[in-house]
């Protein structure tokens, strides 16, 4: 092949990378949704460097993903936040150390401290004349969002400290107790909610959380490990010491790696503690020492030369590949899902996995009977990552390939421009109206106790639910067509329907599966509009005010109460009669549809009944300033919010203003 063919080739690999890099960086860091692990991140990450390495015009992009969420208010880091270096491979631990030394021009050996990679999400802590000013994340490693009133409420974690420079930036990973993750979510199987993909993943989006006070009930902790600006200390060492002193939460399970002939059985020790860490750890980070040594390596703009980290690689296990089933999703994506011959991986039975998406399933080559390696680290569902193809008997094995119809109606699959999944263009499909309901009538969404699957199946079948609002049209005789049905479980689930109408109005916006609507997004709506007539009759604008809606979204919703499908649903659940039980109670212009934050001492209510008068007259109150708050309401001795909402020109209201406003009614 000609030269400039191959390079041709590799340019076009690089595009394509940088690409699928970027998709995954989204999901990790702004969704809190991974697809794909960290070591198949990782593999992505380093088959890119080393084609960027190839051709030395390409300079390389692969920095660390941006967790800013948008919506926070941003602050610089003083010193930039970086990433590590890291590796799967011991070789490389050793080949790292020879590129220290090297850069030290000294043959002896270099001092490291060896110490477990948390897993879980960078924040930096500006201490300033001994106060805790601010906390950021690492965001693009230069500026970070701003969640200190979130970071307060981590419990242990000193306000203060003593005998420190006049500013110190200390920084470290929050994290979530494995137990308090395995209960929320346990909370949430019970309920019927999605559950969150892993630690990691809940830890970041509650720190985004904009309510402090739903932060402070996850009980979010914190791990100190390193020094930004401020450090006046001669050994990394010596930081944790300084950090315990002063009481913080600071890494403790240290090693020290005098030579490198250690490093393997120190990594081996770390690896064995893995199971006793409070947090999940994924690595082992080696730190030089001496922090004189530390600043003559310095940084490149990545990643500090002084620090690299040794990755665990995820638990991983063998099976058969079964079948593959495609199913079709309420919204008509088709989901490919791997059916394994069982097998016992991280302690669980594991019998499915997801295959993500058509490229997925191309790129991997995956064929039924092929012997595929399945991988779970961490997340819940788990994914094949690989095929072993020395397995594949002689004859081969029928390639996989990916419908072009729908399983259920036939009609022609599409693929909208910018998406990965593809999905069915027969409009409501019958699959679709299946899952439609029964998504509607899900623990997550209404709550109809008894309208699972099997029956709604059975009743589309029948012809007697067509949408979700036949649902509180059907009466005992249309409830005949169930086999095993009697005049009790008849009884029970037509009460279960009725009781359905009393509800709170995230859950009717949530249970209609409108695009990009979740449970999340569904509650900010409910908690901005506060009344089911406002939302549908919103314009985008309005839309794009609650948090967590950008303009995409927010032109979806508005189509979607505009489609002349919906339109005839929305006028069928208007006559339903479903009442709300946390709409506003009075209509206030000062309140309806405003964010507010409350800061300071308030001297005639307590926070609470301030932000209970404030909901009831429409508005809806959060714990930290963004750009989408309309008030601050400021008590006595208000501080650093007060400046910011001044900078940010948010309309600020006295005690007595906020009085004079809720006596206007
Ligand atoms: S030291 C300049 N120590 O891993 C970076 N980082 O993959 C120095 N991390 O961004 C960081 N545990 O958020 C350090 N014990 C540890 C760590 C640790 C987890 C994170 C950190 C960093 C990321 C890089």
């Known amino acids: 092949m000609p030269l400039s063919k191959e390079k041709k080739k590799i340019q076009k690999k690089i595009l394509q990378l940088r690409a699928e890099i970027d998709r995954h960086d989204r999901l990790y860091y702004k969704d809190s949704r991974p697809e ?25 992009q692969t920095g660390p993903g941006d967790d800013r969420s948008g919506y926070l208010l941003t602050r610089k880091h003083y010193l930039p936040m970086l990433s590590l270096e890291n590796t799967y491979n011991l070789e490389e631990v050793f080949e790292f150390d020879a590129r220290i030394r090297k850069l030290l021009a000294t043959e002896k050996d270099v001092e490291y401290v060896v110490e477990p990679k948390i897993d879980g999400l960078a924040v930096n802590l500006i201490y300033e004349n001994g106060e805790l000013k601010c906390a950021l994340t690492r965001g693009n490693g230069v500026e970070g969002d701003d969640v200190t009133d979130n970071v307060k409420t981590i419990a242990g974690l000193p306000l203060a400290i003593e005998n ?55 009980h979010l902790k914190i791990l100190l490990y390193g020094l930004g600006t401020g450090n006046f200390l001669k050994k990394q060492c010596e930081i944790y010491e300084f950090l315990q002193k002063n009481g913080f939460p600071a890494q403790e399970f240290y090693l020290i790696c005098g030579k490198m002939g250690d490093a393997k059985a120190i990594i081996g020790r770390l690896k064995a503690m893995r199971d006793r860490l409070p947090y999940a750890t994924d690595g082992a980070v080696f730190k030089v020492n001496d922090c004189a040594l530390q600043e003559r ?8 030369r002084w620090a690299f980290a040794y990755k665990f690689e995820p638990e991983r296990a ?15 994506v088709i989901t490919p899902v791997a059916e394994l011959a069982p097998v016992n991986l991280s302690c669980s039975w594991v019998s499915r996995a997801t295959l993500h998406n058509a490229d997925d399933v191309a790129k991997k080559d995956i064929r039924v009977g092929d012997t595929v390696i399945v991988e779970k680290s961490g997340e819940i569902i788990p994914a094949i990552v690989g095929v072993k193809l020395e397995n594949r008997p002689p004859g081969g094995l029928e390639k996989l390939n990916f419908p072009r119809n729908c399983p259920c109606c036939g009609a022609a699959l599409v693929r909208l421009a910018g998406e990965v999944a593809w999905r069915c263009s027969g409009g409501d499909c019958a699959e679709q109206v299946v899952q439609k309901i029964v998504y509607f ?22 012809g007697k639910l067509k949408t979700v609002a036949d649902i509180y049209a059907l009466g005992k005789e249309d409830l005949l067509i169930l086999e095993n049905f009697g005049d009790k479980s008849v009884k029970f689930l037509l009460s279960a329907i009725e009781r359905s109408k009393k509800t709170v109005l995230w859950r009717l916006i949530n249970a209609l599966g409108i695009p990009a609507i ?44 505009r489609s002349a499908e919906d339109v005839g649903l929305m006028e069928k659940i208007r006559q339903i009669g479903f009442t709300f039980a946390d709409v506003a109670t009075h209509y206030n ?14 001297q005639q209510f307590t926070r609470h009944q301030a932000r209970e008068l404030i909901e009831k007259n429409g508005g809806s109150v959060v714990g930290a300033l963004s750009d989408k708050v309309d008030v601050l309401i400021a008590g006595a001795d208000a501080g650093q919010k007060l400046a910011a909402a001044k900078q940010k020109n948010i309309e600020i209201w006295t005690e007595m203003d906020l009085v004079e406003k809720l006596s206007l009614e």
């Not at 960290?38 to 030395?56: G, T, V």
């Not at 390596?297 to 500090?304: E, F, I, M, N, R």
């Not at 063998?318 to 008509?332: A, P």
């Not at 506060?530 to 604008?541: C, G, H, T």
Request: net charge negative; hydrophobic share 40%; proline share 2%.
């Open 441 to 462: 009538a899900s623990k997550a969404a209404m709550d109809i106790d008894g309208l699972g699957e099997a029956v709604v199946r059975k009743l589309v079948e029948g």
């Open 297 to 304: 390596l310095g940084a490149t703009a990545k990643a500090p």
């Open 36 to 60: 794909i692990s960290d070591f198949e991140y990782d593999c992505l990450k380093s088959e890119l460097l080393h084609l960027e390495s190839l051709l030395p015009e390409e300079t390389s």
């Open 318 to 332: 063998e099976t058969v590949l079964r079948n593959v089933i495609f199913q079709v999703g309420r919204t008509g």
């Open 518 to 561: 979740g449970e999340k997004t569904a509650k900010d709506l409910a908690h901005y509009f506060r009344d089911w007539d406002i939302l549908v009759a919103a314009a985008v604008e309005e839309l794009e005010n609650v948090r967590g809606v950008g303009k995409k979204v927010a032109q979806g919703i508005f189509d979607y109460f």
């Open 164 to 218: 420190a420079p006049e500013r110190i930036e200390i920084r470290g990973e929050v994290y979530m107790d494995s137990k308090i993750f395995q209960k929320i979510n346990e909370e949430r199987r019970n309920s019927g909610e999605t559950l969150f993909a892993n630690a990691r993943n809940l830890a970041s989006g509650t720190l985004k959380l904009m309510d402090s006070e739903e932060v402070r009930a996850r």
């Open 589 to 602: 212009p000062h309140f309806s549809q405003k964010i507010f934050v409350l800061t300071g001492a308030l």
